[in-house]
């Protein structure tokens, strides 16, 4: 299990638990972060945090302090990855 | 008298959230995520006709509006965006008791047909408290853009809720929306919302309940209501205690806590919203067909806006070049309306003339309130009606929640919270507006912080100070071609009070404000194209009308004064000169003189009526110099010992100095504290007056100035 902050850009992660409580917890829930979904990790921010997720086809910026509180699983599987062939390089 | 105290009590939560209507009249609310253009679909419905307010004691803003269809009036209530009605922000409390507890007798959900997924979340939750929803799937043309299918009726289906597709911004499918709402409200169409049912163990504990919650209250959704029980929503709870009779409450609360422990509480309100969500998955697979293959156009932009090498840079040229087109195409309107307005001055002079008025009346009317309007109007209406756009096209195209992102980790560094830079942004605008903005932070702590330092960045009334002086200063004598420079030197000096915001921030949280930074999410949307004709409407006449009208109330009866302060003399110097050389030493030492500190204290009132004030003083102590064009600015200040010193620092000064005086009130009025409102005047002030300083004495020591 993986701390969303630690997963490298361009990966698709599945969610597996929210470590956080109280407003933030019902903040993430309320943003479809909830057990099971999918998540992208699009890019950084130029100091490298905060980061872009694709959170249910929205663009949501999470603060390393808060990505850090979800638990994710890498998802090994390729179907999952069909959905964008985009690159999102980083200049 | 129980009976009396009850009903009395059980009036008030509905008083506070009853809009008043007439007898025909129906009252529909419009709820939605934000980022959908709800804003869009409520201008799409009234046209023009809405004002906003104040939630009764709540600090959040609200838009009314009316409109008409089938000759039956209805008065639409646009809500605050939110992603759901759990209640942890106001917005989601002000949103939720209107559903709840207000009078409306229809809710129009607007959600974004290319985020639709994350959207139904709300429109299941708004379902599960009232039957007449009526969902607004807007932006189906950007959709389309994306190759995004929208299947509505099979949605219709699913949801039991009529389902209208919408593309606000050109009309399209107003119309249908107004016909549904309008059946809706006349019992045409019955909604019969198809609600979730959740996982056995929440259903079974929440039987019990709901029979005693039809029992005690009528006026709520009871399965809802029972709901809320079980997931521990206190507030909402509270809030009902002064609802319904003490015997009914602790009843239900004995079944509640009987069956639920405070762990059950949390796994309930994850296990909801999971379902929730997993249906609104099922539902966009099966009816939003979205052709992956299309390159996504927003990830494309936004490598290179919130790119980590170009990302700032570029932000900074933006923000020249916007300056620099402001600069360059209010010049020549500004020397054409001064032309004009002080051809007419020319003329009443005349006509005071043949009439035999007085002398002082001519002073006080023409020489005093007609000038200075003439000078508010022509040197500051160009500008703005040039620069106010341009920043409502950047608001418009989604790139300010971008700049957010950027700067995020500075503000993080400062500890201050991740949207004090959108506040900050909208200080741009005007500093007041900023201030009332600042309420999107819940944290006390980081709201003041925002609030105190949000008058770090210039506002429109200042902008118009700095544009001119650095046009005069920094275009070379005879250059017809606006240059760089100015835009170059504005723009250094927002960077300026950027880093004084974020540097202040710094010192606040680690002084009288101490305190780590609180989480926050933010969401980029995605890039709209403006619209155009909005934009311009808004900020012509919003923005700029507002403002320019503000700024001539404020700067007419002050030219008046001015001139008779100017013209009562004590000894062989009038009064001005009197309060000028009083204030001149103090002022010599920060590099500006007497005239200039008078016209920032003068200005009080309206920033925008500074470098005004300022000419007028200088005209009417000086030998009278007629104006002729822009030109002549120059001379005048030239005139009266300017250097580039002065320059620099009228301009740190502009950017630093106190609030003015309908900021000051906003923050009295947002802080509820004579302290903090102190502060934010005194804070800038001292700065502006150090920063000032130190420029001076390193003038003076390299002999420069």
Redesign the interface.
Known sequence: MLKLNSVPIGNYVIIDD?L?TG??????????L????KIEV?????????T?YN?????????N??SSLILVNSTKNSRNN?????K???? | MGLTFQSTKNNSLSDLLRIEKEEDQCIIALAGNPNTGKSTVFNALTGLHQHTGNWPGKTVVNARGIFTHNGKDNILVDLPGT??L?A??IEEEVARDFICFGNSDAVIVVTDA?????NL?LVYQIMEITNNVVLCINLIDEAKKKNIIIDASGIENELGIPVVLCAARSGLGIKKLKETVYNVTIGKITPIPKILIYKDYIEKKIKPIQTLIEEKINYINSRWLALRFIDGDIKLIDLLSSNIDNESLKELLKTVSSSISYKDK?NI??DI??DI??K??EISCKYVKED??K??K???I???I???????PLMLLTLAIIFWITIAGANVPSSIIADLLFSIQDKLTLLFNNINAPKWLHGILILGLYRTMAWVISVMLPPMAIFFPLFTILEDLGYLPRVA??L??LF?KACAH?KQCLTMCMGFGCNAAGIISCRII?SPRERLIAILTNNLVPCNGRFPTLIAISSIFLVAKGSNNPSFLPALAITVLVVIGILITLLVSYILSKTILKGI?S????????YRVPQIGRVLYTSIIDRTIFVIFRAIVVAAPAGAIIWILSNIYIGNLNIIGHVAAFLDPFSKLIGLDGFILMAFILGLPANEIVLPVLLMCYLSTGSLIEFESIESLKKILLDHGWTYLTALNTMLFSLLHWPCATTLLTIKKETGSLKWTALSALIPTSIAIVVCFITTIIFKSLNLG
Do not use: Q, W
């Open positions: 929210l956080s407003i933030l917890r019902e903040r993430m829930l309320a943003l479809g909830t057990k099971g979904t699009i890019r950084k921010g130029p100091s490298g945090d905060p872009v959170i249910r086809g929205a663009m949501i910026a999470l603060r302090e808060e069909l959905s964008s062939v985009i999102t390089n980083i200049i | 992603y759901s759990f942890s922000s290319t985020c639709l997924e994350r979340n949390i309100r994850d919203l999971n969500y997993k609104a998955e992956k293959s390159i996504n927003d990830r494309l936004d490598n290179y919130t790119s980590r090498i170009f990302g700032i992102f950027n995020d980790h993080k991740g819940e930074p989480s926050f999410t933010l969401e980029l949307p995605p």
